[in-house]
């Protein structure tokens, strides 16, 4: 086997992964007394890869990779969520597109039907996994509403409601009128709007010519209004507390109460209260024993009912009866002119709360619901992190988790859809008759008196009249609670399964912070209630991936960046690479495909590198390898010495990097060790002991460049997985994969700072006759003479490895001066550099033509400044600024800053050839 010219990523990709999963590389295996778990965030399963997928799967897959290398017995376990409403409404469309509905198929043929969409389409970001190189443990592959994970679910249920913390009651919920699903209040995403405050007079009932001016953003839901509440110390109005003002357009009277909540600065300080639909007004309304008014129905349109009194409408109904809410406010707000009670129309910026699946504005609605009374479960929770059997990272994140879980509501758990984990409790169809309500689409609902049988097998005989006629609840559970149950409930709870036995508490968590609450705080709090420990011990938080602008990437912006395309560009390892350098704790990442293309760049060095190993390596030297404790017999030089010290030393940073989450370091100094120190450096000096006829110096370097690959290939593999086992099965041939070995450890003995500090100083040597030779526009292929005038040490130094300075910086004389050499003055007409005490000069006038060089840089100084000028000129131009989006600004921004540095740059040089003439 040999290396092809180029790395082809197509050609390497699919064949190894094919491999991998044929060995059953991604199964736990062997004894080891160690074990790192890790349950995937399970995506939905409507979903295809996006960027932020690829972020969090490309970060397990490096620490899956490396547990397993590193001894661990590793167990990755994958799988999708029902993703209830969003899979709901999937499947909802494509029946619209048939001209049918959810309604006239029915909810058993409907949930067959999605279980038939399921089958058929919902596995499709799992086979993108794979692409992205994902080492799960697909034989162990879940789903939310598995017949496993349905029984956990049921079970849960059940114990909740047998210790208390389940309860079923009417509570104002947020509701999605477009969902026709209650949601929880972090379903629930808050937007600033511009709307509008309007001011209606609420007449006394005992003088309809005075009155009362409420200030609401909400006209509509005015026909709910049961009362209007003042600051019991408000001047302008303490007096009129208790009395009675009518409610406009309806003509109700409601009471005047007086309460603190009210703000007395807020519009004009008097407040209507609609216990119906409003949050703050429901614990108003608790307070004072309001009447509860449910205005809307479902849809949020006007409830005829609401208002009905014996089956009679009123005649002011008529207007309004089941129109839509913003329709309805309208239509109130002509009326109130009509009537001459709206006083005036102010501008007013506001929240707003909308659906986080469809983006609908919420309804706040009075239903039915279930809920778990949540406190209890989060009092352990908020424990588990401050003692530390959690550990949160970054740090930060815990302030974020102690404000919501200290101040946290109960959670509404029931969802009126048909999609999910169907609530299993039972009504007598006897004794619950009266409280079967018909919704109108299909189903039906449960008053809010109704009498739930709660078990894990339905129901034969009510215990209350004998019935053998049961309904079961329509209700389907949040999508988040079978979610809070998966890492125990993937390894077979409610069972005392292996897996539950070896594997849990998993090791860590890697996931984004806006699921910090819906999920990571749930399965903290599920975890203690049913396992009696913490579901893991670390959670990393990641950050969100932006584009280069640090724009959120959105379709409707056009800068959504696509992982399965530029996985096909430029290759999974440059994209997993490029992931990993981004990810900084606490720092969202800016992506541009710009950096992409540049570590595909790097997947080309680390190819290039090792086919010159390769291509050195003598006949039989790939079968033979030198140990290290062999090394330490064998005399090494200055080079050997020093890149099996770095070698060493970046396993031992690596290490570090990746032990403690910092993705971005890990990255960085496998990178820097890679491209810059054994390809930039060792490499090229290498050379010089390949060509240099010594036949012990020829093998001894064949080794060591076959050594350090090897070891390169190493810990890189987490990473790049591809190339490194494409390289590796022609570097190691019959020794399986290299997911397989074991992650290089650290040799203290090899560390070898002396070797590290001299090889420093004589790479920066070699640097500064390089950048000379550049600022003085020399021709590569020219040798150039090189006086050293310096201490004698470093002379010493410099002149026992001459041969690196004459291959590397291409001297051709090298005149060695030390601070006792009599008589002897600095060269003038020579380009001089300073390295710690070491002075380098470069006698030019035989090696460049002067004039022609300043001309040269003049001219090109010229070209520089009119560019520069140009940006600058857009830049202080008002109209630009205020017109040109923050992007374009920040492109012009940085073209001028590159403009101002090759402009110094250049000054610079011209300064040189000045001095040397």
Same mark, same amino acid.
């Given at each position: &086997? ?254 005047? *109460? ?40 479902? $849809? ?116 009126? *859809? ?31 008196? %109704? ?32 979610? %809070? ?37 749930? !399965?903290? !709090? &599920? ?56 990810? %900084? ?67 031992? $940073? ?65 990473? &790049? ?34 070797? $590290? ?53 291409? %001297? ?106």
């Amino acid at each position: &086997m040999e290396l092809a010219k180029a790395y082809f990523h197509k050609d390497v990709e699919g064949k190894w992964y094919k491999y991998w999963s044929g060995l059953g590389a991604f199964q736990p295996s062997g004894s080891a007394a160690l074990y790192f778990s890790i349950v995937i965030p399970p995506p939905n399963v409507t979903g295809s890869l996006h960027i932020g997928h690829a972020l969090n799967n490309t970060l397990q897959d490096i620490l899956c990779r490396y547990k397993r290398m590193d001894g661990y017995k590793v167990l990755w376990v994958p799988g999708t969520d029902h993703a209830g409403i969003a899979t709901q409404n999937v499947v909802e469309k494509q029946l619209a597109e048939e001209g049918l509905s959810r309604v006239q198929l029915g909810r058993a043929k409907f949930v067959e039907r999605v279980w038939g969409w399921r089958k058929q389409s919902g596995s499709t970001i799992l086979r993108q996994l794979r692409a992205l190189g994902a080492s799960c443990d697909w034989s162990r592959e879940r789903f939310t509403m598995d017949d496993g994970l349905s029984l956990a679910v049921r079970e849960a249920f059940v114990r909740l409601w047998e210790d208390r913390l389940l309860y079923r009651a009417e509570r104002l919920i947020n509701w999605c009128p477009r969902c026709k699903t209650a949601l929880a209040d972090i379903e629930v995403v808050h937007e600033e709007v511009e709307g509008h405050l309007w001011h209606i007079r609420y007449p006394f009932a005992d003088s309809p010519s005075e009155g009362l001016t409420v200030a609401t953003t909400r006209p509509e839901t005015m026909l709910g209004d049961t009362a209007v509440a003042v600051h019991p110390e408000d001047k302008r109005y303490n007096r009129v507390i208790g009395k009675r003002v009518v409610l406009p357009i309806v003509g109700r009277e409601i009471p005047v *109460i007086g309460d603190l909540f009210v703000d007395p600065a807020f519009g004009t300080g008097a407040l209507k209260i609609t216990p119906g639909h409003d949050f703050n007004d429901f614990e108003i309304g608790e307070k004072y024993g309001l009447q509860k008014i449910s205005i809307f129905d479902e $849809e949020a349109k006007i409830r005829p009912s609401a208002f009905s009194q014996d089956g009679e409408e009123p005649s002011w109904l008529k207007r309004y009866r089941l129109k839509d809410r913003f329709e309805a406010r309208k239509l109130i707000v002509e009326e109130l002119k009509e009537k001459g009670l709206l006083e005036k129309v102010e501008s007013y910026r506001h929240a707003l709360g909308r659906c986080y699946r469809c983006q609908t504005v919420v309804e706040p609605r009075l239903t039915p619901q279930w809920f778990v009374r949540i406190k209890p479960l989060a009092e352990p929770a908020i424990q588990a992190v401050r003692e530390g059997r959690i550990r949160i990272i970054p740090e930060g994140w815990a302030n974020s988790y102690f404000a919501w879980m200290e101040n946290i509501k109960d959670w509404c758990i029931s969802r009126q *859809i048909w999609w999910g984990h169907q609530i299993p409790a039972w009504y007598c169809g006897k004794c619950d008759a009266d409280n079967v309500l018909e919704t109108g689409h299909g189903d039906f609902m449960l008053g809010r008196d %109704a009498h739930p049988v709660v078990q894990r097998e339905p129901p034969t005989r009510c215990p209350e009249c004998g019935s053998s006629e049961f309904l079961r609840d329509p209700d389907v559970l949040d999508t988040w609670f079978s979610s %809070a149950l998966w890492p125990f409930s993937t390894l077979g709870w409610p069972e005392k399964s292996e897996d539950l036995k070896a594997f849990y508490p998993t090791s860590a968590l890697v996931t984004s912070f806006d699921i910090l609450f819906f999920w990571v705080a749930r !399965m903290i !709090m &599920m975890g203690l209630k049913f396992m009696g420990d913490v579901p893991f011990r670390d959670v990393y938080i990641h950050a969100l991936v932006r584009d280069q602008e640090g724009q959120k990437m959105s379709k409707s912006k056009g800068n959504v960046i696509d992982p399965l395309e530029v996985m096909d560009r430029y290759g999974t390892d440059a994209f997993r690479f490029t992931l990993a350098s981004l990810a %900084a704790m606490g720092r969202d990442i800016k992506l541009a495909e710009e950096r992409i293309v540049g570590y595909q760049n790097f997947v080309n060095k680390l190819w290039n590198a090792s086919r010159f190993v390769l291509m050195n390596l003598g006949d039989g030297a790939r079968a033979e390898r030198l140990s290290l404790a062999t090394l330490r017999g064998e005399k090494l030089n200055l080079a050997d010495r020093w890149i099996l010290s770095r070698l060493h030393s970046t396993i031992s $940073e690596a290490r570090q990097a990746i032990d403690s989450y910092r993705f971005n370091e890990f990255a960085h100094h496998l990178y820097q060790f890679t491209w810059h120190e054994f390809c930039d450096w060792y490499i090229e000096m290498s050379k010089l002991a390949l060509n240099s006829g010594v036949e012990d110096d020829r093998r001894r370097t064949e080794q060591l460049l076959a050594t350090v690959l090897e070891n390169i290939l190493l810990l890189l593999h987490p990473l &790049m997985p591809y190339v490194t086992e494409e390289i590796w099965q022609v570097l190691k041939p019959g020794t399986g994969s290299v997911m397989t070995r074991p992650y290089p450890r650290l040799n203290a003995d090899w560390i070898r700072p002396e070797a $590290e500090e001299k090889m420093s100083f004589l790479t920066e040597v070699i640097r500064a006759i390089r950048n000379l030779r550049s600022e003085m526009n020399c021709a590569p292929s020219k040798e150039v003479k090189v006086i050293l005038f310096g201490p004698e040490e470093g002379l010493a130094l410099l002149g026992s490895h001459e041969k690196y300075l004459r291959a590397l910086a291409r %001297a051709g004389t090298v005149n060695y001066v030390g601070p006792l050499a009599r008589g002897w003055e600095r060269p003038k007409g020579a380009a001089t550099a300073v390295v710690r005490g070491m002075e380098v000069y470069l006698p030019m006038d035989e090696t460049v033509n002067l004039r022609e060089e300043q001309a040269r840089l003049t001219k090109e100084v010229g070209k520089v400044e009119e560019e520069l000028a140009r940006v600058q000129k857009k830049l202080g131009n008002p109209e630009f600024l205020s017109k040109a989006r923050e992007e374009v600004i920040q492109r012009e921004k940085e073209k001028s800053e590159r403009f101002e540095e090759k402009m110094r740059t250049l000054q610079r040089s011209l300064q040189r050839l000045l001095e040397i003439q």
